[in-house]
C-alpha cells in the first residue's frame, strides 16, 4: 500500500473557496489502475494559514506513479493553476509506503 498527500496552506477567509474546488471537481481517480481511496482532510489554522491535505490510498508507488503519468491526472490537474491566489505557497507532497 502507498498513501500520496500533499499539503496546502490555504488563506485564512478562503477555505470555503478552497473546498468547493475540490468537491466539484471530476479527479478522473475511479478510472486507474491501483486506486483505492481519496479523502480531502483539514487540519490545524494558525494565524496565517488553514492546512489541508489531499489523501490517497494506492495499490502501490508503482500505481501512484504510473497516475502521475496519465491522461487522467492531466485533466484532473488541466485547471489548478487558476487557484494560486488561495495558497500560501506551493503544496508540499509527501509519500508513505506502508511497513505494518
Known sequence: MYIAMNRFKIIL????????????????????PGFKKFNLIKGKT???Y?????????????????????????LAHKNAGNNKHLYLGHP?????????
Open 46 to 48: 494558525t494565524e496565517e
Open 92 to 100: 508540499e507532497f509527501e509519500g508513505f509506503k506502508k511497513i505494518l
Open 13 to 32: 477567509g478562503k477555505e470555503v473557496d478552497f473546498e468547493e474546488i475540490w468537491k466539484s471537481r471530476e479527479t478522473h481517480l475511479e478510472k486507474v
Open 50 to 74: 488553514a492546512l489541508y491535505a489531499s489523501h490517497s490510498i494506492w495499490n502501490s508507488e508503482e500505481d501512484f506513479i504510473n497516475w502521475t503519468k496519465s491522461e487522467e491526472f492531466r
